[in-house]
């Protein structure tokens, strides 16, 4: 299925609400009838977006066979924020969390780690440009909408990027099942960059090396070696919480 779509109806309607500068055109299904199919087009003349009626069976293709509720946005390309535009708006904050991903692949692991950082009051959510999973149609479904909303930032090398929010006075912490400390052990730094690693394989050797330090999530069953990305980034995002959002 391609990624450069958006397709069910809250989807939709969350992209034309918050982002339509994303939508490049919207396809609606010859059989969809009022009053969501008013409101779809009234919404897309509203914001100047180019609209198409076509038959079911087109966007059943376009879709790739999954489910689309008869309407599909073809997306533009994504203009995401540059770090340096993240750390701006959060000089002088005491209190701040953004999440790092190195490396995660798996679209669906991006949007629920997107999606749990927007619910824990993460700032933004930093991923690899090589490597890793886009924002896109898999990303906006399992992220219920909040990739739209939560500033994504792509990185083209993740040990740099935790460089530059040493210099911002972040603290980099990453999650790591072989670390001594445990996340339950001690607090999390209040300006936190929590750093996760990808699915299998954990954090890559020089992001490892670059963490201010690294923490493990307890495990208590033996023969369970790792926890799924997004799970792990979950729980080190509401320990954050925990202490400073609450």
């Known amino acids: 299925m391609p990624e450069d779509i958006c397709r069910g109806r809250k989807p939709v309607i969350d992209?034309?609400?918050?982002?339509?500068?994303?939508?490049?055109?919207?396809?609606?299904?010859?059989?969809?009838?009022?009053?969501?199919?008013?409101?779809?087009?009234a919404m897309a003349k509203k914001a100047g977006i180019i609209f198409q009626i076509a038959a079911p069976e087109a966007?059943?293709?376009?879709?790739?066979?999954?489910?689309?509720?008869?309407?599909?946005?073809?997306?533009?390309?994504?203009?995401?924020m540059e770090l340096e535009e993240l750390?701006?708006?959060?000089?002088?904050?005491?209190?701040?969390?953004?999440?790092?991903?190195?490396?995660?692949?798996?679209?669906?692991?991006?949007?629920?780690?997107?999606?749990?950082?927007?619910?824990?009051?993460?700032?933004?959510?930093?991923?690899?440009?090589?490597?890793?999973?886009?924002?896109?149609?898999?990303?906006?479904?399992?992220?219920?909408?909040?990739s739209l909303r939560v500033p994504v930032i792509q990185a083209a090398n993740i040990t740099r990027t935790l460089e530059t929010l040493k210099?911002?006075?972040?603290?980099?912490?990453?999650?790591?099942?072989?670390?001594?400390?445990?996340?339950?052990?001690?607090?999390?730094?209040?300006?936190?960059a929590l750093v996760v690693g990808a699915e299998g394989f954990g954090l890559s050797r020089l992001v490892s090396e670059t963490c201010d330090m690294l923490m493990k999530i307890p495990i208590m069953q033996e023969g369970v070696s790792s926890l799924n990305a997004s799970v792990a980034a979950a729980l080190g995002i509401f320990e954050w919480t925990r202490h400073y959002a609450l």
């Open 59 to 80: 966007l059943d293709k376009l879709s790739g066979g999954e489910k689309h509720q008869g309407v599909i946005c073809r997306l533009t390309q994504a203009k995401t």
């Open 87 to 146: 750390l701006r708006s959060l000089e002088g904050k005491t209190s701040a969390l953004v999440v790092v991903l190195d490396h995660i692949e798996d679209p669906h692991n991006l949007g629920a780690v997107i999606r749990s950082a927007e619910a824990g009051g993460a700032s933004g959510v930093i991923t690899a440009k090589r490597r890793a999973a886009v924002p896109g149609d898999t990303v906006i479904k399992t992220s219920a909408g909040a």
């Open 167 to 192: 210099k911002a006075d972040f603290w980099t912490v990453g999650l790591d099942a072989e670390a001594e400390a445990s996340l339950w052990s001690g607090d999390l730094p209040e300006r936190c």
């Open 15 to 41: 992209l034309l609400t918050k982002s339509p500068s994303l939508c490049a055109k919207l396809i609606i299904a010859n059989n969809v009838r009022p009053p969501f199919l008013d409101e779809i087009i």
